[in-house]
C-alpha cells in the first residue's frame, strides 16, 4: 500500500528552462492538492484537483505554473521558464474525499533554479 | 479569513522532558479540524495528529496530544518523554469541514538537548 509518490526528489533547472513535477496519489485515492513551500516557511496551497478537473487554483501563479490531473498517469505540475524564485519544495497530497479525511503528503520535489 | 499562528520559531527541550508548541487560529467556520505535521531534516511532512473542531475529548496519539481550548481558539500540541528523533520542523494546520485548502503555520523548530 505505496504512499503519495513524488518524483523526481530533487530538480535542478537553469533559469528559463521547465519544470515538470509528478505526482502519484494513493491507490484509491482521487483528489490531489498541490503545495509550496519556500525556505523556513509554511506550505501555501496552490491546486486542488480531481481527475481531469481543476476544481481550484487560487493559490496557483497566474502565469507560468499549471497542473493537470489525466485519467489516467499521475498529477503534473509544470513551470515554464523557471526564475530563482520558484526555488521550493512542491509536496503533493492526496486524499480520498475532502470532508474532514486527512491528506496524505509525498516527500515534495525540492526544485532548484541555477 | 483563516489563519494560523505559531509564535515560537524555535524550542529547546532537554531530552525525555515533555514541551508544549503553542498554535492559535482563527476562523469564521463552525466546522473544521486541526492538524499536526512533523518536518524532519530530511523534509518529509509527516502527520501526527487530528482534532476536530467538535470532538468532546482532546486527541491523544503515543506521545503526541493536542490540547485543544475552543474558547481561546488555540491547539498546542503535546510532546512527552522526548526524544532526539523529535528535532525537526512542527507545522500546525487547519482545514474547514468539507473544504479542501489546509491552513499551515509558519512552524515551530524544535532542538532535543540531550
Known amino acids: 500500500n505505496a504512499g503519495v509518490m513524488q518524483n523526481p526528489r530533487h530538480l535542478v533547472r537553469r533559469r528559463g528552462q521547465e519544470a515538470r513535477l509528478r505526482c502519484s496519489p494513493m491507490?484509491?485515492?482521487?483528489?490531489v492538492y498541490w503545495y509550496r513551500q519556500l525556505p523556513e516557511e509554511g506550505l501555501k496551497f496552490m491546486v486542488y484537483l480531481q481527475k481531469e478537473n481543476i476544481i481550484d487554483e487560487s493559490g496557483m501563479p497566474k502565469e507560468r505554473f499549471s497542473a493537470e490531473f489525466p485519467k489516467e498517469g499521475p498529477s503534473i505540475l509544470r513551470i515554464q521558464q523557471v526564475v530563482r524564485g520558484d526555488s521550493a519544495a512542491y509536496f503533493c497530497?492526496?486524499?480520498?474525499?475532502?470532508?474532514?479525511?486527512?491528506?496524505?503528503f509525498g516527500q515534495g520535489t525540492r526544485l532548484t533554479v541555477v | 479569513a483563516q489563519k494560523i499562528t505559531q509564535t515560537q520559531p524555535g524550542m529547546f527541550v532537554q531530552e525525555k522532558e515533555a514541551v508544549t508548541l503553542d498554535c492559535t487560529y482563527d476562523?469564521?467556520?463552525?466546522?473544521?479540524?486541526l492538524f499536526w505535521y512533523k518536518q524532519p531534516s530530511s523534509g518529509e511532512m509527516i502527520f501526527l495528529i487530528y482534532?476536530?473542531?467538535?470532538?468532546?475529548q482532546n486527541a491523544t496519539e503515543g506521545r503526541y496530544s493536542l490540547n485543544f481550548q475552543k474558547a481561546r481558539k488555540s491547539a498546542n500540541l503535546v510532546i512527552s518523554a522526548s526524544q532526539l528523533g523529535d528535532s525537526a520542523m512542527y507545522f500546525c494546520a487547519m482545514r474547514e469541514v468539507g473544504g479542501f485548502k489546509t491552513i499551515f503555520g509558519a512552524g515551530t523548530r524544535l532542538f532535543v538537548k540531550a
Open positions: 476562523t469564521s467556520d463552525p466546522s473544521y479540524g
Open positions: 482534532q476536530g473542531s467538535y470532538d468532546q
Open positions: 497530497a492526496s486524499s480520498a474525499g475532502t470532508a474532514n479525511t486527512e491528506a496524505f
Open positions: 491507490k484509491g485515492h482521487s483528489h
